[in-house]
């Protein structure tokens, strides 16, 4: 079946540190790839998005790269901000959305000032 | 501009209470996704409706658990005999059509809601 691994949290980082958030996937076919971000007490926002290989989704100074090689699809910023605070997911569509998304278990995210 | 509703956002019951959670979808959207998300957890897909049809409702617990999308109104997910498990954030996402085949570049972005989290006592 499709499952979705992103390391594991907390992350804490300095304002204007670079971010990387490893993200995996196993699934069947040509899945498209997603990072929803979550603020506290808030729904999932969708943060950008890549539906195949090589592609590059990007929003808000967020990178993820569709590395169909290596399965993978890290999330990258290169200068974040306390405002970037939140928990990140990310998760896999593996065609027709007829069995929902697949979502990893999503790392959170602290910037200190 | 409307984004999918959900109500209540937060919903307090005592064990073998019935619970009853509501989603608006955005408007033109015939397509309703159920997610639970449990506490340090990512969200489980739990049932996936079109108006009037229940098309794949593999992630929905088989007892005490039921879902529908009516011609007219929400979608309403609803929990009888509900247990402290059941506490968790539950989140419904809409989108506006199936796609067509497992193309490379067939998916339908779902819309989150802000869900409700249900809490029993």
């Known amino acids: 079946g499709n499952s ?21 996937y196993t699934a069947t076919g040509y899945p498209s790839l997603f990072w929803y ?24 100074g967020f990178e993820a790269t ?17 405002s970037d605070s939140a928990v990140y997911f990310c998760a896999l569509d593996s065609g027709g959305g007829a ?5 990893g278990k999503g790392t959170h995210l602290i910037i200190q000032p | ?21 509501r989603c608006s979808p955005v408007k033109g959207h015939s397509h309703v996704y159920w997610y639970r998300q449990l506490p340090e957890e990512g969200l489980k897909f739990m049932v996936y409706l079109q108006k009037e049809n229940i098309i794949d409702e593999s992630g929905m617990p088989k007892e005490r658990f039921s879902a529908e999308f009516p011609k007219e109104g929400p979608s309403i997910l609803r929990i009888q005999q509900v247990v402290r498990g059941d506490s968790a954030a539950y989140f419904c996402a809409s989108s506006p059509h199936f ?22 006592l």
């Open chain 2, 1 to 21: 501009n409307a984004g999918v509703m959900q109500n209540p956002r937060h919903l307090v019951r005592r064990r073998g209470q019935e619970a009853r959670l």
């Open chain 1, 37 to 60: 971000v979550q603020y506290p007490g808030e729904g999932l926002q969708l943060l950008l998005k890549a539906t195949k290989a090589d592609d590059k989704g990007s929003n808000k």
């Open chain 1, 99 to 103: 069995d929902g998304l697949t979502f």
């Open chain 1, 66 to 82: 569709y590395r169909k090689e290596t399965t993978s699809f890290h999330l990258e910023k290169g200068s974040v901000q306390v």
């Open chain 2, 99 to 120: 796609g067509q085949g497992r193309t490379m570049s067939s998916y339908n972005e779902q819309f989150f809601g802000p869900g409700t989290r249900l809490t029993v």
């Open chain 1, 4 to 24: 979705v691994t992103q390391m594991e949290g907390p992350v804490t980082l300095s304002e204007e540190a670079f971010l990387t958030i490893n993200c995996t």
